[in-house]
């Protein structure tokens, strides 16, 4: 079956670093598309970065670009987040997500994921 496991997540200080890695596996598409959304208490998931993995292009919510990196792994079907700079509202459960194709998302937000993992915790301390 399809499963998408997260890794990386636990506490850092404001103004720290930390990288989260996702592998990918049980399937395979033509362009397909993994990322990272992120909810905090109360708050809607919303997605933070996006990678197809075929031709490398990016998207990233406005309030992460210039601190956070999307990138392909080594292995087809993991994806990097490395976190740089961060803020206590940086807080929440970070998701890895898959898209059958990475248009979907583009297109579609939230909408156009197909698979989820079940997330890891990332905490900010001020």
């Known amino acids: 079956e399809v499963q998408l496991v997260e890794s990386g997540g636990g506490l850092v200080q404001a103004g720290g670093s930390l990288r989260l890695s996702c592998a990918a596996s049980?399937?395979?598409?033509?362009?397909?598309?993994l990322g990272w959304f992120r909810q905090a208490p109360g708050k809607e998931r919303e997605g933070v970065a996006f990678?197809?993995?075929?031709?490398?292009?990016?998207s990233y919510t406005d309030s992460v670009k210039g601190r956070f990196t999307i990138s392909r792994g080594h292995a087809k079907n993991t994806v990097y987040l490395e976190m740089n700079n961060m803020k206590p509202e940086d807080t929440a459960v970070y998701y890895c997500?898959?898209?059958?194709?990475?248009?979907?998302?583009?297109?579609?937000?939230?909408?156009?994921?197909?698979?989820w993992g079940k997330g890891t915790l990332v905490t900010v301390s001020s």
């Open positions: 049980g399937f395979t598409f033509d362009d397909y598309g």
């Open positions: 990678v197809s993995m075929t031709s490398g292009s990016t």
């Open positions: 997500a898959a898209a059958m194709d990475y248009d979907d998302y583009i297109e579609q937000g939230i909408d156009g994921i197909d698979y």
